[in-house]
């Protein structure tokens, strides 16, 4: 029986080896995928997502499977990439979440692609309105990892509805909210998203594996639950006391993205004498004659949040530090002074 090991995208350390050999786990994530994305048989299919991610070979080997076209680039170009999803007529576009934003700055004519398939990373609000805009109603997003798999998965429905939301527990999966004692919390609650299923993985090659509690695997994030829909509030690591209030990055991150004058944002945790943490926001502003100062970042977030979650420190940046995967490096960016 073979096996697939895949490295986890090292965000927070060195990538890990990630093995899965279950046969039932290939079936089950296939069954979960083609369950809520309307893929087909004879398909057109541009994979502009790297193939030596999870998302982008699972496309690649699903394509196989269903007899697509499958148009590769060595390296992604949006501008190209939307070239060739037009002028192939394809009816998918497999991406990872920056890519995304990076298409949307293209003045290329839009192609009528029946399904757009993100993963990988965190996508904000607005950019999922943004695509909605341009596209129409196509966006699929799913949320997971290299070690649980497939947890929940965002249709267009879903999306329109709630931009934030990463969807709803996929085919065969339960996706629970745990206390710090693996309890489940009343929906509502924010807590550690915990995923079971068949898809698990084997452990990782070095021996370690993930936390599980009543046989669900940690995915590492904080989340929570709305009317059936799951919201992720960022990485368990990821949220900060300060000043004695938790504070969770993504909240103000996502604010800021709606800024007309910033066109990419990364709001990470920093040491502070007084506080014991404060947040740090690194921005890039839009291309443009705006007048952005770091009084005017902090203004818009004390404008619409608590004065806890107004960023004690502001950085211009002319880009964010990302992995190949298009992961914004948050411990780099934490490091900086």
């Known amino acids: 029986q073979g096996s697939v090991v895949i490295l986890t995208s090292g965000t927070t350390g060195r990538p890990k080896g990630a093995a899965r050999s279950s046969d039932a786990a290939g079936v089950e994530a296939v069954a979960a995928v083609l369950d809520r994305i309307p893929l087909r048989l004879g398909d057109t299919q541009v994979v502009a997502a790297p193939l030596f991610h999870s998302w982008g070979l699972s496309h690649l080997l699903l394509g196989l499977a269903r007899c697509t076209t499958n148009v ?8 190209a990439a939307l070239e060739s999803a037009q002028r192939h007529e394809a009816d998918v576009l497999v991406v990872v979440p920056v890519m995304l934003s990076r298409l949307l700055a293209v003045p290329a004519p ?61 085919l065969g999966v339960r996706v629970e909210i745990l206390d710090e004692q693996g309890a489940p919390v009343p929906d509502g609650t924010i807590g550690r998203v915990f995923v079971g299923g068949s898809m698990g993985f084997d452990g990782y090659t070095n ?76 921005v890039v502003p839009a291309e443009g004659d705006h007048d952005l100062t770091e009084d005017a970042v902090r203004s818009h977030v004390r404008d619409q949040l608590a004065r806890h979650k107004v960023p004690r420190r502001v950085a211009f940046l002319d880009e964010l530090p990302r992995n190949p995967t298009g992961k914004v490096l948050r411990r780099q960016l934490a490091g900086m002074r």
């Not at 805009?133 to 799913?142: A, E």
Request: charged share 25%; aromatic share 6%; glycine share 10%.
């Open 72 to 79: 590769l680039a060595r390296r992604f170009d949006p501008a």
């Open 110 to 170: 839009t192609p009528h692609v029946r399904v757009i398939a993100s993963s990988g990373s965190a996508i904000g609000s607005k950019l999922v309105t943004d695509v909605l805009d341009r596209f129409g109603p196509v966006l699929y997003n799913l949320y997971g990892s290299t070690e649980v798999a497939v947890a929940t998965i965002a249709v267009p429905a879903d999306l329109a509805e709630a931009p934030s939301t990463a969807g709803r527990p996929a």
């Open 207 to 282: 021996g370690d594996t993930k936390e599980q509690h009543r046989g669900l695997l940690s995915s590492g994030d904080l989340g929570v639950f709305r009317d059936g829909l799951l919201f992720v509030e960022g990485r368990e690591d990821d949220m900060i006391v300060s000043g004695g209030e938790n504070v969770f990055p993504i909240e103000v991150e996502d604010l800021l993205q709606h800024h007309p004058a910033i066109a990419d944002v990364a709001v990470v945790g920093v040491d502070d004498d007084e506080f014991g943490q404060v947040l740090a926001a690194f």
